[in-house]
């Protein structure tokens, strides 16, 4: 099993529609857990943080499931700007050192 | 502020040539260092990182390495590239006195092998 998995999609929704993808993780003591951005041909960038409460910024929440070991990014009212491709990324339990993304989920928003 | 430089951006190299890519950071210390190759239309796989001088856990590769002579500068080479080794390397890095749990990458350099 993939130390950390995603669906690749591609997502092809519509402008205004909801959308959520979940990235699984194999290691129960990974501590800290992160959703990162990265648009075609360019670095990631950091989209937000995953909380173990939840938490929300503006169109964007994301969650932790520490009992099913995922976390999930959902994104509401979706614009165009928001096609991309998603990473998450897990960090281990002791320090920040081994650092695993997810192979990136492939959003795309229609008009 | 932080930044983090990654050269050179682009490269062309035949099969069987060396390589050498550069990562320095700026404005921290002590940070923990990384490489990651992308290739395309994939997810980024972790190659080496860093959490010292001269202190470098390999992940993957068997015909690239890395090192880190000063405690802001990360160096990834290769003896002789393969075809394979064509992708998006990406350097970043997290941590030193500012850790924000964050991590940070470079612009990226883009290797094609011929």
């Known amino acids: 099993r993939k130390e950390v998995e995603q669906d690749p999609g591609p997502f092809n929704v519509p402008e205004g529609a909801t959308v959520a993808f979940n990235c699984t993780y194999s290691?129960?003591?990974?501590?800290?857990f992160f959703w990162y951005r990265q648009d075609c041909r360019k670095e990631p960038k950091l989209l937000m943080s995953?909380?173990?409460s939840g938490n929300e910024d503006g169109r964007f929440t994301a969650q932790l499931n520490r009992a099913s070991q995922y976390i999930s990014l959902l994104i509401r009212d979706s614009k165009l700007s928001d096609s991309a491709t998603y990473l998450c990324?897990?960090?281990?339990?002791?320090?920040?050192?081994?650092?695993?993304f997810g192979s990136g989920t492939r959003l795309s928003i229609r008009p | 502020s932080q930044t983090i430089h990654q050269w050179p951006a682009t490269l062309v190299q035949p099969v069987g040539s060396p390589l050498s890519l550069e990562c320095t950071v700026e404005?921290?210390?002590?940070?923990?260092l990384y490489w990651y190759r992308q290739a395309a239309g994939r997810g980024l796989q972790l190659l080496f990182y860093?959490?010292?001088?001269?202190?470098i856990s390999s992940e993957v590769p068997q015909n690239l390495s890395a090192s880190r002579p000063q405690d802001r500068q990360f160096i990834l080479s290769s003896k002789k590239l393969l075809l394979s080794d064509s992708g998006f390397y990406l350097c970043?890095?997290?941590?030193?006195?500012?850790?924000?749990?964050?991590?940070?990458f470079g612009e990226g350099s883009r290797l094609t092998v011929l």
């Open positions: 860093s959490v010292g001088i001269g202190q």
């Open positions: 970043a890095w997290i941590g030193g006195r500012t850790n924000t749990g964050e991590l940070f």
């Open positions: 404005g921290t210390s002590n940070p923990n």
């Open positions: 995953v909380y173990s």
């Open positions: 990324v897990v960090l281990p339990y002791s320090s920040a050192s081994k650092i695993i």
């Open positions: 290691n129960s003591a990974s501590q800290s």
